[in-house]
T-cell receptor, first 119, second 111 residues
Framework: NAGVTQTPKFQVLKTGQSMTLQCAQD?????MYWYRQDPGMGLRLIYY???????DKGEVPNGYNVSRLNKREFSLRLESAAPSQTSVYFC??????????????????FGPGTRLTVL | RKEVEQDPGPFNVPEGATVAFNCTYS??????FFWYRQDCRKEPKLLMS???SGNEDGRFTAQLNRASQYISLLIRDSKLSDSATYLC????????????FGDGTTLTVKP
């Protein structure tokens, strides 16, 4: 199992450009998350999806949109990138134990991250 | 006040030392607690869950004090490989989107 995968690993954008960060998990998890991590800081939740077909705002949603394409995939879109969005973006997933799900309750599994620089 | 606060660190300790990190949380309704480890420029990974009765995993011991609203992580006999940032995570419920991460405490173990 690959766990949680993210693409791309690195990206440089100019102010005003748009892009979509892709995330997929193969652990049969219902919930998926997008976080950003700025230098020396913890993770801040941008958006999450408790289950397929639902999405909700987290702590810092402004400037972002998300799509839960299916149970496996959860994408994050920056419509008009700004330098303040320079950060490392992590996707994560979690599920309830049993039912073929990996992990304990509320345990989140993270992807390797996307390092985004907006000039 | 932040919902989850950790010792600011950094902690620089010699190999073999015992080191303890504390984390306080403000929401008394919090239900589950975790310590994650994050290596430089890598993704966070679960180190251990924290149970009310306390739990131990090898050299690592986690404790929860609900009355005082803090959790702790004790690392005994520190190894060079323990050098990382340790993140405290608090869940306000069992539903998705209820996790809050602390800013992390950085540990450097030196020979």
């Amino acid at each position: 199992n690959a766990g949680v995968t993210q693409t791309p690993k690195f990206q440089v954008l100019k102010t005003g450009q748009s892009m979509t960060l892709q995330c997929a998990q193969d652990m049969n998890h219902n919930s998926m998350y997008w976080y950003r991590q700025d230098p020396g800081m913890g993770l801040r939740l941008i958006y999450y999806s408790a289950s397929e077909g639902t999405t909700d705002k987290g702590e810092v949603p402004n400037g972002y949109n998300v799509s839960r394409l299916n149970k496996r995939e959860f994408s994050l879109r920056l419509e008009s990138a700004a330098p303040s969005q320079t950060s490392v973006y992590f996707c994560a997933s979690s599920g309830f134990p049993g039912q073929g799900n990996k992990g304990t309750i509320n345990e989140q599994f993270f992807g390797p991250g996307t390092r985004l620089t907006v000039l | 006040r932040k919902e989850v606060e950790q010792d600011p660190g950094p902690f620089n300790v010699p190999e073999g030392a015992t080191v303890a990190f504390n984390c306080t949380y403000s929401n008394s309704a919090s239900q589950s607690f975790f310590w994650y480890r994050q290596d430089c420029r890598k993704e966070p990974k679960l180190l251990m869950s924290v149970y009310s009765s306390g739990n131990e995993d090898g050299r690592f011991t986690a404790q929860l004090n609900r009355a005082s609203q803090y959790i702790s992580l004790l690392i005994r006999d520190s190894k060079l490989s323990d050098s990382a940032t340790y993140l405290c995570v608090v869940n306000r419920g069992t539903n998705a989107g209820k996790s809050t991460f602390g800013d992390g405490t950085t540990l450097t173990v030196k020979p």
